[in-house]
């Protein structure tokens, strides 16, 4: 996958970049754990090799939640009505 640590995925597909400060990542959570959706959460603020990969993905800034995909496709700040979409699950 990447930036995360060991590279063993266990069954994840999908990273979740964030911190703690950044009101939109417990929302992200919440509605990644409704449907019982394996992801891994990476602190920003604690990993720094997070930190880079996110602004490469952004072309310089760190915007989050970021949300990377097992394929490297990827959204930010997805909104309620985007992130079901990006995730290919039914909106409720």
């Known amino acids: ?16 970049y964030g911190s703690g400060w950044c009101l939109d990542v417990p929302r992200s959570r ?24 996110v602004r490469e993905l952004q072309h310089g800034r760190r915007w989050i939640p970021t949300l990377v995909r097992a394929d490297g496709s990827h959204t930010v700040e997805p909104g309620d009505t985007e992130l079901p979409d990006f995730l290919g699950i039914a909106r409720g």
């Open 30 to 53: 919440v509605l990644l754990e409704r449907p019982g959706r394996p992801y891994r959460y990476v602190d920003v603020e604690q990993d720094a090799a997070a930190t880079a990969y």
């Open 1 to 16: 996958m990447t930036p995360t640590g060991d590279g063993e995925s266990g069954g994840v597909t999908l990273l979740v």
